[in-house]
């Protein structure tokens, strides 16, 4: 992917890095030789799992500490070459429910770190974790960058504030800095308990645990971004100077109504069942409909594409938590 050399040797801070993308990151810049330091409140709610990193535990710093803490990132960013920045509140119905909390963590928290590199780190390069939840309703398909931003929900509109915050400063400060408009990432160490970071991961702790599963309506089509994708898409934002001030669409491997989802995750499971049902009335207010990627900018400019197959990428997440379920109940 041209970044294999990269990071060799660099000093890399990850927030969030104890959650789903975070820890997925970490693994493949230890492979690539960078020196890392994760960050990590380990709020029960927000996805951070000491055994993400159980395979790299002593080839990383971990630092417990709260991205609103600013001591604490005022000391972690110094002498870092990277940060990327995934820490973050992603339960949409949460944010309805608790605004003030989301808008601690996905915007003033956001501010705070970019001051605090301004001051103390202005060479870093920052790498932001946006989400596609940002465009709200999509007026045409396939969604690309120049779409209406109009979020649906308290989350929607702190994130994208968090983006523009980041872009604000690489054009005002010339603080390096780039945003990913992640859309449904999947795959191993994501979250299965609950729904607060995606109903794909509730699916598959209900059918390894030989329960039925719910699909709400189900004729609905999203594209997925299996993890290691994603990360890919990460580390190109990070070594690319072109991408500085940038914002890019992450898609995946085509698109798939949700009941054709499902079928497909029973199918590589080898079984389960599921059952199709109408829309919760909390959830059907903030229903984006279809919803799917032009990433065609981050193909041509960044030279990414997805390179693992959605039936290839279930599979991979059906067996690692057929060996590891426990460890995320």
């Known amino acids: 992917m041209g970044y294999d050399r990269w ?12 959650g789903f ?13 960078a020196e890392v330091t994760l960050v990590d409140s380990l709020i029960p709610e927000y996805g951070g799992n000491l055994f993400n990193v159980e395979g790299i535990r002593n080839k990383v710093r971990v630092n417990i500490s709260d991205v609103r803490d600013e001591q604490s990132m005022k000391y972690l960013v110094q002498g870092q ?6 820490a973050g509140q992603t339960s949409h119905l949460d944010s309805m429910q608790d605004p003030f909390t989301d808008l601690e963590i996905n915007c003033r928290a956001q501010l705070s770190i970019l001051e605090t590199c301004r001051k103390h780190n202005p060479d870093i390069k920052s790498v932001f974790a946006s989400t596609r939840q940002i465009y709200g309703k ?3 398909l396939p969604v690309d960058e120049k779409h209406l931003l109009r979020p ?8 994208m504030a968090g983006e523009w915050y980041h872009i604000l400063y690489n054009n005002v400060y010339n603080l390096r800095s780039c945003s990913l408009r992640l859309t449904n990432t999947y795959g191993p160490r994501m979250r299965v308990k609950d729904a607060r970071q995606t109903f794909l991961g509730v699916w598959i702790r209900l ?3 030989g329960k039925d599963f719910e699909v709400w309506e189900g004729e609905q089509l999203r594209d997925f971004t299996y993890v290691d994708d994603a990360v890919d898409a990460l580390l190109l934002g990070a070594a690319r100077d072109e991408a500085n001030g940038q914002v890019f669409n992450v ?7 949700l009941k054709a989802l499902a079928a497909l995750l029973v199918e590589e499971n080898g079984g389960g069942r599921f059952t199709v049902r109408s829309f919760p009335a909390d959830r059907k207010k903030i229903d984006i409909g279809d919803y799917y990627a032009d990433d065609r900018r981050l193909r041509r400019m960044l030279g990414w594409s997805p390179r693992t197959p959605l039936r290839e990428g279930l599979g991979k997440t059906l067996a690692y938590y057929r ?3 426990a460890q995320y109940l």
């Open 21 to 33: 993308i975070g820890s997925n990151l970490a693994s493949r810049l230890v492979q690539l030789g």
């Open 81 to 86: 070459d990277f940060l990327f920045n995934l």
């Open 251 to 257: 898609g995946g491997d085509g698109t798939i109504s």
């Open 138 to 140: 999509p007026e045409y």
């Open 152 to 159: 649906v929900d308290v989350n929607g509109i702190n994130k």
């Open 323 to 325: 060996a590891h379920l």
């Open 207 to 209: 059918l390894l645990e």
């Open 7 to 18: 990071f060799s040797g660099k000093h890399i801070l990850i927030t969030g890095g104890l």
